[in-house]
């Protein structure tokens, strides 16, 4: 399917969902109230942040936060479908649209942070945080309301991930679990890394400072990096050191992560 052919991954999802239902009847009410029951992709969506962000009554409206947020923002929805495209072309453990969509994490905390972005940008300041809060202890993804995230990411696993303030992802970033984007704590102002599209992020790997992992880059893992690192090239260790040059454009794409496979 072509990502950007949002009507296509609506109907797919859908689809699957009613499939689901007739062949799990036990989970029917769960795939009727997250998928079923919408005429929307962005009115499921909006279904299923609400229901995994908010599992307490705590005299938030979050249904209607996030709702309100994705009709001022419409690459909300659009990137989150753009993602759940992603997810289902590279990930060789799902072949559909509706595992991730109903029970991936990186998933949901990816989705959950475009909307308290849109909030923090608003200036819906504490809402913005009371997600980043709630996405945090449920999911032990931690990611600042104000960090710049593009689209087409795929958030492997999920667990441990933490990006700060300043930092910047671009498209098409694929993400392991574990991974810091963090500051050095010697910095103020712009602090955090930048990592251009493309990237190959390891399962803890820690990208230390105002820093830029070029386009298409593989970051081994448990790597720490603390200084830029060259576009289509490969660093790993602690400290990280250069490995060599990838012979890919699209390291993200691929989720080759064995070096042997592209070094030149
Ligand atoms: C801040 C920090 C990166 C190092 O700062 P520093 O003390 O000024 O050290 P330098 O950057 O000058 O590096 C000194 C040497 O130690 C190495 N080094 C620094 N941090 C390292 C680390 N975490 N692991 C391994 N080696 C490290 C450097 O490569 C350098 O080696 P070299 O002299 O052979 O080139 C490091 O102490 C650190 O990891 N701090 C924690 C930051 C953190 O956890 N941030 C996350 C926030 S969410």
Not at 66 to 71: G, K, S, Y
Request: net charge negative.
């Amino acid at each position: 399917m072509e990502k950007n052919d949002y009507s296509i991954g609506w109907e797919a999802l859908r689809k699957e969902a009613v499939r689901a239902a007739e062949k799990e009847p036990l989970l029917g009410s769960l795939l009727k109230q997250m998928v079923i029951e919408h005429s929307s992709f962005e009115l499921a969506l909006t279904a299923i942040l609400a229901n995994r962000c908010l599992f307490v009554h705590e005299g938030i409206n979050l249904h209607q936060a996030i709702a309100e947020a994705m009709e001022r923002d419409k690459s909300i929805a659009q990137n989150a479908m753009y993602d759940l495209a992603t997810i289902v072309d590279k990930d060789p453990a799902t072949g559909n649209f509706l595992e991730p969509f109903l029970f991936y994490k990186g998933y949901h905390s990816l989705e959950l942070h475009r909307v308290a972005h849109r909030l923090w940008l608003d200036g819906q300041r504490y809402l913005a945080c009371y997600i980043q809060s709630r996405v945090s202890q449920l999911y032990g993804v931690d990611i600042h309301p104000a960090a710049q995230i593009g689209k087409g990411i795929f958030i492997d696993h999920a667990t441990g991930l933490v990006v700060g303030e300043t930092a910047v992802i671009e498209d098409n970033v694929s993400i392991l679990h574990g991974v810091t984007l963090g500051g050095t704590g010697k910095e103020t102002g712009r602090r955090h890394p930048t990592i251009k599209r493309s990237c190959l992020l390891g399962a803890g790997a820690t990208v230390l400072g105002n820093i830029v992992v070029g386009e298409g880059s593989v970051i081994g893992a448990g790597s720490v990096v603390l200084h830029a690192v060259p576009p289509h090239s490969i660093a790993a260790g602690v400290p990280a050191t250069h490995k060599g040059n990838i012979a890919i454009s699209e390291p993200a794409d691929s989720m080759d992560q064995i070096f042997d496979d592209y070094v030149i």
